[in-house]
Every structure is written in structure tokens, then in C-alpha cells.
């Protein structure tokens, strides 16, 4: 027979993954959202040589799993002298995941923007600057957001995968239940059932807050 109550009297387990799991996508989020779009821009308008390296860097990322790069940073980095904890490994690899994957959904919402909107501001003698922080920026990200909140949400999901290096996150707290009481279906039944919740509840939030907090109404 099954028993679920086994697995909810772990509680205060899984509120902590789960709060694990929140904070390291809150992070990688604010932080790769950032790298996605300098990375974007430098590769609708920066110099060549940044180009290439921008665009290196996107397609070595897009072209390897994400456990494989969890598993470079955390065990492959110690080899060059670089010791990383299983929290702040995730979060790089999290961030560097979600910074490549950005760049190009940002990158086609910059090269959306109408040309003549840009030559408008030109002439309102604003710089650089202005034109792609208030001209620009705001309205491709406006046209990207669907498609940038599906990939927060598949990276917030991903990071089931840095148990794997025991970070305390929600699948880590499953299956250290399950290992407790061996009941291994219900702890990541629940588990499971808790992901959906959290990928759905991510989902509605970020559309909500888009249009109040990033690019305007």
C-alpha cells in the first residue's frame, strides 16, 4: 500500500528544497537575464571579434547537455585549481545555461526592431545608449517574453539536476526521503506534483510581472 503520510511528515525537507529550487532561479534568472542581453547585443551590434566569441560561447552551451556542464564546473574546475561549493556551482551553471539560451531569444527580438524607429530616436539626438535601453530594449523584449518565461521555467525545472552534486534542492530532498523510508514512488510523486505547481505558478508570475516591471505596458 501505498503511504504518503510517510513522505509529508518529511515537511520541513521538502519546504526547504523548495526553497532551494525558488532561490537559486530567482538568482539565475536576475543574473542570466542580464548576461543574455549585453550577450545579445554584442551580437546585433558589437565589434567582430566579440561577435565571435559571444557566438562561441552560445552555441557550445545550446549544443551540450546541462549535466554535462554541471558536472564540468563542479568536478572538472577543481583539476584547474578551482574548488566551487555544490550551491554556487549550480547557480553558475544555471546562469551560464540560461545566459546562452537568452542571448539568442533577446537577439531576435533586437533585430525585429523597425529601422526606422531607430533613425526617429537618432534624431532626437539621443546616444547609444538611450536608443537601445528606452527604444529599442523595451519592445523586444515585449515580443520575446512568452518564449524567454519558457525557458526560465525549463531552467528552474532543470535544476532538479544539481542534486546530482548534492545541492539541497527539491529533487535532492526527494530522494534523500526516499532513501529514509524507501518509499521512493510517493516521495517523487509529490515531488513531481510539486514541480507542476512551481512551473506553473513561475509561468503566471513572470507574465504578470513583464509588462509592470521589464518592458512597460
Aim: glycine content about 8%; overall charge positive; hydrophobic content about 60%.
Amino acid at each position: 500500500m501505498f503511504d504518503f503520510g510517510a513522505v509529508l511528515a518529511e515537511w520541513p525537507l521538502l519546504a526547504a528544497g523548495v526553497a532551494w529550487t525558488l532561490g537559486l532561479t530567482a538568482v539565475a534568472l536576475a543574473i542570466g537575464m542580464v548576461v543574455g542581453v549585453a550577450c545579445a547585443w554584442a551580437r546585433a551590434s558589437g565589434p567582430a571579434p566579440l561577435r565571435w566569441v559571444v557566438g562561441a560561447y552560445v552555441e557550445l552551451i545550446r549544443n551540450t547537455p546541462f549535466i554535462v556542464q554541471l558536472f564540468f564546473i563542479f568536478f572538472g574546475l577543481p583539476a584547474a585549481g578551482v574548488r566551487l561549493s555544490p550551491e554556487l556551482a549550480s547557480l553558475i551553471a544555471m546562469v551560464v545555461n540560461l545566459g546562452a539560451y537568452a542571448t539568442e531569444i533577446v537577439r531576435a527580438g533586437l533585430e525585429a526592431t523597425p529601422r526606422g524607429q531607430i533613425e526617429a530616436a537618432q534624431s532626437l539626438a539621443l546616444d547609444r545608449w538611450q536608443i537601445f535601453s528606452r527604444v529599442v530594449l523595451p519592445p523586444a523584449l515585449r515580443k520575446v517574453w512568452p518564449s524567454l518565461v519558457s525557458q526560465i521555467v525549463i531552467v528552474m525545472l532543470g535544476s532538479a539536476v544539481c542534486g546530482q552534486i548534492s545541492t539541497p534542492e527539491l529533487s535532492h530532498a526527494a530522494n534523500l526521503i526516499s532513501s529514509r523510508n524507501f518509499r521512493s514512488f510517493e516521495a517523487f510523486f509529490i515531488a513531481t506534483g510539486i514541480y507542476l505547481l512551481l512551473a506553473i505558478a513561475l509561468r503566471q508570475l513572470l507574465h504578470w510581472a513583464g509588462p509592470r516591471f521589464v518592458f512597460g505596458r
